[in-house]
């Protein structure tokens, strides 16, 4: 299924889900939105170490 099309669903999901279930849901998708960023952050250092280092790290592994 194409993001696009997950997303209509989920909105058509939101319309009718319990309104004491809500809040539970905006939790966990704020947590999943915080490990995504974290993750990719990680992913963006880990690359600019290895592009920095490139010579070092093959020095290293001699």
Excluded: G
């Excluded at 539970?24 to 280092?53: C, F, G, P, V």
């Amino acid at each position: 299924m194409a993001p696009k099309d997950i997303k209509s669903e989920i909105h058509k999901l939101l319309d009718n889900i319990p309104e004491n279930a809500l809040q539970d849901l905006y939790n966990y998708l704020k947590e999943a939105e915080k490990q995504s960023s974290k993750t990719n952050e990680l992913n963006q250092n880990l690359s600019k170490i290895l592009r920095e280092d490139k010579d070092l790290l093959k020095k290293l592994a001699q």
